[in-house]
């Protein structure tokens, strides 16, 4: 009788295996990458902010800001760890 108790968790262990492979872990993943990605991005690099706003970026203020000139003789102070994406590092992409 108390084969067939532990005998009950085994679907549920194994839910929750499949769960860590196919949904946490891929997610802990893609969380590293953006990460390494944001704390890689320099100067002249453009981005893309979490509200859409595309610029230049025209200086490293510190570890956590950037400075991002958004039109000619505009900038705004953006920081890094607010959803900034990068637009492919500012390589020209061909057609």
Excluded: C, W
């Amino acid at each position: 009788m108390e084969g067939s108790g532990i005998g009950q968790f085994i679907p549920l262990i194994l839910i929750f295996v499949i769960f860590y492979f196919f949904l946490i872990r891929p997610q802990q993943k893609k969380v590293k990458e953006h990460k390494a990605m944001v704390e890689s991005l320099k100067k002249g690099d453009k981005i893309v902010t979490s509200g859409g706003i595309t610029g230049t970026i025209t200086r490293v203020i510190d570890n956590d800001k950037v400075e991002v000139e958004i039109a000619e003789n505009i900038t705004v102070e953006v920081v890094r760890g607010t959803g900034i994406q990068s637009l492919m590092n500012s390589q020209v992409v061909k057609k």
